[in-house]
């Protein structure tokens, strides 16, 4: 005789299938699929020395903006990690900031979800493990990520020229923003607005003054204003 299964056991079997089939959803959710992405690009990262001679894996590696947006994001603490609403990058950058054999990643982000980018983030291995560093532009808009490395102490290492909004943003009317002098130094990114005084006095004062005897449109020209006034009052004439 065979005996048929139980009503009791007949609904454990289906709970259980239910559980399974959740399980292979969570796991094949867009979410769960951009983690497991994320922390393979972060593995693959980290194997490799970020050094000149692996730069080309390094860029393998960080082939396009998805790649380092998922290494952005995953390298974030946990408590700001959202893999269902990932930040998106802007521009990204491989470099030698400090002229040397060691490699940086440099890239910009939009915080805010409005496709502007106001964060900037430089990565660094040292002593095998990943640093990270964090910039807010305040706001303003970084743009031309390429063209904002200068070499102002004219000894091969980089300066990275980040916008910062220094009064309210007005959408499409111009803004207040003048640029911070950051230069990656001894495994750390800084400010060196003070270092570099002669950048604001000497190269982008002459600029604005030129920009102003320029301007026609109001708003222009009351920006021009402040922005001369804050560098002649923070680093003289």
């Not at 796991?27 to 001679?53: D, F, M």
């Not at 660094?124 to 305040?138: C, L, W």
């Not at 031309?144 to 309210?168: C, K, M, Q």
Request: glycine share 6%.
């Amino acid at each position: 005789m065979q005996l048929l299964p139980s009503e009791d056991s007949i609904k454990d079997r289906n709970l259980k299938t239910i559980n399974l089939l959740c399980a292979l959803l969570l796991l094949w959710s867009p979410a769960a699929t951009y983690a497991q992405n994320a922390s393979a690009v972060v593995s693959a990262a980290s194997a490799i020395g970020w050094t000149a001679e692996n730069a080309a894996k390094l860029k393998a590696v960080f082939h396009d903006t998805n790649a380092v947006a998922a290494f952005y994001n995953r390298t974030l603490a946990p408590e700001d990690q959202d893999p269902a609403d990932p930040q998106a990058i802007g521009e990204y950058l491989i470099v030698a900031l400090n002229n040397d054999n060691q490699l940086e990643l440099l890239c910009t982000a939009d915080v805010t979800g409005r496709a502007f980018y106001t964060g900037l983030t430089v990565f660094s291995q040292q002593k095998g493990k990943i640093a990270r560093f964090d910039v807010s532009t305040n706001g303003a808009n970084f743009v031309h990520l390429d063209s904002s490395l200068a070499d102002l102490g004219h000894n091969g290492r980089r300066e990275i020229l980040v916008p910062d909004l220094l009064g309210p943003y007005n959408g499409a009317d111009p803004a207040v923003i003048l640029p911070d002098i950051c230069r990656f130094a001894n495994g750390k990114l800084v400010k060196a607005n003070k270092e570099f005084s002669n950048y604001y006095t000497k190269f982008l004062l002459p600029h604005l003054k030129g920009k102003l005897s320029n301007a026609t449109d109001d708003k222009e020209i009351a920006v021009t204003k402040e922005e001369i006034s804050i560098i002649q009052s923070n680093y003289g004439e």
